[in-house]
């Protein structure tokens, strides 16, 4: 069987750090938001009650951050071994911000998934 993995929120916990980091980064930049956790949305402006701009200021400020140093979930690795040992063929699939772009940013976008993989 052919098993697409994806990275953001399956193999990471995109949620975790969300709230973690963008807490942190409203705080550092006086922002006020409420967090609506029992509604958390990918789209992070949602989940916080604020706009596109500050959502994309975040990214700015937190994608390369995130993408070097935030660590696959615990045992992923393993279960991923143990269906390559049953025969399946696994691949990392991902729709990461910029890793369609032709450009500087989604080149180093896609790099960084590269080496999660």
Known sequence: MRIGIDI???LTNLQQF??????KFCYD???AYSVKRNNFDYDISKSFGLGKKEED???GEYLDYYAKKER??????EVIK???KQ?????IVTARWLTNRDD???KKNEKHCKKMA
């Open 18 to 23: 969300s709230v973690d980091y963008f807490t």
């Open 87 to 91: 025969g399946h063929e696994i691949y």
């Open 29 to 31: 930049n006086k922002i």
């Open 8 to 10: 953001d929120g399956v």
């Open 57 to 59: 200021a975040f990214w």
């Open 104 to 106: 500087k940013l989604g």
């Open 82 to 84: 143990i269906l390559k």
């Open 72 to 77: 696959a979930r615990e045992f992923a690795s």
